[in-house]
């Protein structure tokens, strides 16, 4: 069974940074792609940004510059770091995975259970 458990979420005040992160577990054989979305009260969720398994990266334009998103591999973790965070950033954040848990499974979509992360004064 795989699970994605994420951290990192919290009170900060406009300016400020977090360190998100999403810890993929279970059984894990490869996993090509690893996103954040976001879902603000009232909001679609939308994709925050994503990273490939070689590294290529994109993000919403609304966060470019401020937002970065890193992997490590070898601990099946997906990082998001939140640089000059602005009160329209506050919004649960969740974790995506697509995952292929074995040679016997196909590829899969996985979800963490999101993190709040509100900016205010």
């Known amino acids: 069974q795989v699970q994605l458990v994420e951290s990192g979420g919290g009170l900060v005040q406009p300016g400020g940074s977090l360190r998100l992160s999403c810890a993929a577990s279970?059984?894990?054989?490869?996993?090509?792609?690893t996103a954040w979305y976001r879902q603000a009260p009232g909001e679609q969720r939308e994709l925050v940004a994503g990273?490939?398994?070689?590294?290529?990266?994109n993000y919403a334009d609304s966060v470019k510059g401020r937002f970065t998103i890193s992997r490590d591999g070898a601990k099946n973790t997906v990082y998001l770091q939140l640089n000059s965070l602005k009160p329209e950033d506050t919004a649960v954040y969740y974790c995506?995975?697509?995952?292929?848990?074995?040679?016997?499974?196909?590829?899969?979509?996985?979800w963490g259970q999101g993190t709040q992360v509100t900016v205010s004064s």
């Open positions: 990273i490939t398994s070689t590294g290529t990266t």
């Open positions: 995506n995975a697509v995952i292929r848990p074995s040679f016997s499974m196909p590829l899969n979509n996985y």
């Open positions: 279970g059984s894990i054989l490869s996993m090509p792609f």
